[in-house]
């Protein structure tokens, strides 16, 4: 099956800095690359995500590279603010496949933006 | 309410009770999800279903039982539950249909099993 690894688990940058998460995945398969927001006590919230046909996608602040060669994508935050604090978890699908719907997520990234 | 609802948020059982979390989804979405989070660790896939048939068993114990009797309702049905049991249940739901496939979340429910 899929295996997603997510790195760095913790993460902590100053107000206007630029922050990134990178995430691997190791099913070739997969062709729907999601990436969610869950604040402290709350449900995740997509905030971005990219398919297969496409190597990047931007909105506003936040970017998401993909690289199939290398199965890694990474999520790009410039111009960080406080409200940017949440875990951050990247996920791998095979969308459309023989698993559809079936959401490999990695371990998540705990992003701090300090004042 | 609007988009996906689980009820109830928290709860507190013992291993020897049966309870059962409900989830409800409003956005005319054919596809519905289990996931499991605890702590340090990424959410786990439990369960799925499409068009109410179930797709995916993710190896869970059968002190687990899911039930879905439309496309807008999702139940998971508890007994004899284990003290690691205890995390944060998610609802997701989603359109089986390329492009469309985002999954959307409920607010879970806070399981503590003693």
């Known amino acids: 099956g899929e295996n997603v690894e997510q790195h760095p688990s913790t993460l902590s940058v100053q107000e206007g800095d630029s922050a990134v998460i990178k995430c691997t995945y190791s099913?070739?398969?997969?062709?729907?690359f999601p990436w969610y927001k869950q604040e402290l006590g709350k449900r995740p919230q997509l905030i971005i995500d990219?398919?297969?046909?496409?190597g990047e996608k931007k909105d506003q602040r936040i970017a998401v590279t993909l690289n199939k060669t290398a199965k890694h994508f990474s999520l790009h935050i410039t111009e960080t603010q406080p409200e940017d604090s949440a875990v951050y978890f990247c996920a791998a699908d095979n969308a459309g496949g023989t698993s559809y719907g079936k959401l490999t997520f990695g371990q998540g990234t705990i992003l701090t933006v300090h004042p | 309410e609007t988009g996906v609802t689980q009820t109830p948020r928290h709860l507190v059982m013992g291993m020897t009770n049966k309870k059962s979390l409900k989830c409800e989804q409003h956005?005319?979405?054919?596809?519905m999800y289990w996931y499991k989070q605890s702590a340090k660790k990424p959410l786990e896939l439990m369960f799925v279903?499409?068009?109410?048939?179930?797709?995916e068993n993710n190896s869970v114990p059968s002190r687990f039982s899911p039930e879905c009797p439309n496309s807008s309702h999702l139940f998971l049905h508890l007994h004899t539950l284990q003290p690691e049991d205890s995390a944060l249940y998610l609802c997701?739901?989603?359109?089986?249909?390329?492009?469309?496939?985002?999954?959307?979340f409920g607010p879970g429910t806070r399981l503590l099993v003693l």
């Open positions: 279903y499409n068009f109410k048939e179930q797709t």
């Open positions: 956005l005319g979405h054919n596809a």
């Open positions: 099913d070739s398969a997969s062709n729907y």
């Open positions: 997701a739901s989603s359109q089986v249909r390329p492009t469309q496939e985002t999954q959307y």
């Open positions: 990219i398919r297969s046909n496409v």
